[in-house]
């Protein structure tokens, strides 16, 4: 008798766990359908006619496949935009990869400074970055106009980058992860008679490369998406960025939604590659730089 009501103890707890699994499987495919639905339909009406515009009942389906806005975006052959796309597409690798450059130098050295070295007000000064975080970016924006355009960096490409080149997150991710890792081969190093510097550089930097690869991919991210800092201190076209530059395809009183949908997904091509080739360190990164407070 028992081993009748073990099996049907057994039988339910497999229906149940089935249950359950297809209740994931259907909830995670619905919420795949809807994340992915905005990215299908924009590179479908990328590639329909340059002069197609939303229509009821909506027809989402080219009647024939063609890159041309693709081709004509990148020259900067459309009706709005007589610019090539790809200045825009060099101006932000220019400003992402210069900012991503100078916050991993600057945050990776006060992270350890932070983490590492015994100094007077180092926990206060901490929090005193650590607070910005709650300060709003767009109440800097006139001040360092100002600012800038007194030391003659708007309308460059450097007075674009410099605004970018300050992480308080950066700080702290650095910090939280340098405090994860073991200090025994440091310590030896430093016995040894190794410079501070030395340790640094030889022994933790190639310890950091998740947290690196983290810092970096949300600062690419983060520069390559900017678009007020640019609008603000860029007076030239030449120097605008995607973000910046995919406004020209909204006229006063029409809006080119073929070429922007080309234009928008060839924004995001570098972003999906980013993530997907460092995805597994920039989840590591996350994960390991949490633990320790």
Not at 1 to 13: G, I
Not at 153 to 171: D, E, K, Q
């Amino acid at each position: 008798m028992s081993s009748e009501h073990e099996r049907l103890f057994e039988s339910a707890d497999t229906l149940q766990g089935r249950l359950e699994r297809l209740g994931a499987h259907a909830y995670l495919s619905i919420l795949a359908l809807l994340t992915a639905g905005p990215y299908v339909m924009m590179i479908l009406i990328s590639l329909m006619g340059e002069g197609w515009q939303p229509v009821t009942p909506p027809k989402l389906i080219p009647d024939t496949w063609s890159f041309v806005n693709y081709t004509n975006v990148w020259v900067g052959n459309t009706a709005l935009l007589d610019e090539p796309f790809v200045g825009f597409f060099v101006n932000s690798i220019i400003y992402a990869g210069g900012a991503t450059l100078i916050i991993l130098a600057i945050d990776t050295l006060a992270g350890y400074a932070f983490a590492r070295l015994e100094f007077r007000g180092r926990d206060i000064t901490f929090l005193a970055i650590v607070s910005t975080l709650m300060i709003t970016p767009m109440i800097l924006f006139i001040p360092v106009y100002t600012w800038f355009n007194q030391f003659g960096l708007v309308n460059t490409r450097l007075g674009i980058i410099l605004p970018h080149t300050y992480s308080a997150f950066g700080v702290f991710l650095m910090r939280q992860f340098i405090k994860t890792l073991p200090s025994d081969l440091e310590d030896a190093a430093l016995i040894d008679g190794c410079s501070r510097f030395g340790v640094f550089w030889r022994i933790v930097v190639p310890m950091l490369k998740p947290a690196l690869v983290t810092l970096g991919i949300i600062t690419f991210i983060t520069v390559w998406n900017s678009f007020l800092w640019p609008l603000i201190l860029a007076r030239d076209s030449a120097l605008f960025n995607l973000p910046v530059a995919l406004g020209f395809f909204q006229g006063q009183t029409s809006t080119l939604w073929a070429p922007l949908m080309a234009a928008t997904a060839i924004t995001l091509v570098p972003m999906v590659i980013l993530f997907v080739s460092m995805q597994q360190y920039y989840v590591r990164g996350f994960v390991v730089g949490g633990l320790k407070g």
